[in-house]
């Protein structure tokens, strides 16, 4: 069963899109379809409810699991270790297959949910990943009660502001390229980025986790981070904060680490 379900990832999850960076938003060209998001309105609902409906096309924002892969793993290990059951949750998920990929070649005794605001997006993941059977649950995140999960993989419709789970419950959140698209809202933008940081360690068990991936250079992620943990009263002593920088096509990406506890 395991070859099938990694070659189904490999082989059928991508089709081929382009996409291009303009100077008010970005542009993704498909087989078949077109879609533009401008830079100002990339944390609105409406608009990446209208991207995913007239775009089915698969698209992994900044790096890919490949890339990802031997850096995220050495960070979660230890809390596996600790956890006999381990709780991951990627955070406006979009399109991108990171979760899934970590679940089926590297993950034990795991529930993982890829969760976004767009229910057209939750949509065409279920559907795509329901062949693989192990994801059959599709919930719609409104209340802050635990998700109840029936298979390993989950996805969410829920907005990452009010995350639909209980304090402290969660190992490692994934954030990537998330919260870069909030901060592209120059009004609202720092806001929401704060009430998703807090929600994140909210639901952070003690020895958490929160990875940041995105192309947002250190002297302008760490000042925000430590503003928003300045800002509501969240001790140092209650974080570490960390990162690495990951190469790709001239491009320099990078990771953040902040451990609760």
């Known amino acids: 069963m395991a070859a099938p379900m990694k ?5 059928k999850f991508f089709t081929f899109c382009q996409c291009f960076k303009q100077h008010d938003g970005i542009r993704v060209h498909s087989l078949h379809k077109r879609s533009y998001i401008k830079w100002k309105d990339m944390a609105e609902r409406s608009a990446w409810e209208t991207h995913y409906k007239s775009s089915d096309q698969s698209i992994d924002w900044l790096l ?12 979660i290990s230890p809390i596996m270790r600790e956890n006999v059951s381990f709780k991951i949750i990627d955070i406006g998920c979009g399109q991108s297959d990171l979760i899934p990929q970590l679940l089926l070649n590297d993950l ?43 298979n390993r993989l989950n996805f969410v419709n829920c907005d990452a502001q009010y995350l639909p789970f209980q304090d402290e419950t969660v190992n490692c959140i994934i954030d990537k390229g998330t919260t870069d698209a909030v901060l ?6 720092k806001k929401i980025f704060e009430k998703i940081v807090c929600e994140c360690f909210r ?21 925000l981070l ?3 943990f300045s800002k509501f009263k969240i001790q140092t002593t209650q974080f570490s904060l960390s990162f690495k920088i990951i190469e790709d096509n001239e491009m320099e990406y990078y990771v953040y680490f902040i451990k609760k506890g």
């Open 226 to 228: 430590e503003l928003v």
């Open 7 to 11: 070659g189904f990832l490999k082989n």
């Open 108 to 150: 034990n005794n795991t529930n993982a949910y890829c969760t976004d605001f767009s229910y057209h997006c939750i949509e065409q993941l279920r559907n795509k990943f329901h062949q693989l059977n192990i994801a059959d649950n599709c919930t719609n995140g409104n209340t802050r009660q635990d998700v109840k999960s029936c």
């Open 64 to 75: 890919s699991y490949g890339h990802l892969k031997h850096v995220i793993l050495p960070a």
């Open 184 to 189: 592209k809202d120059v009004i609202k933008g």
């Open 203 to 223: 639901i952070l068990h003690k020895d958490g986790s929160l990875i940041q991936i995105t192309d947002e250079v250190p002297e302008l992620r760490v000042p």
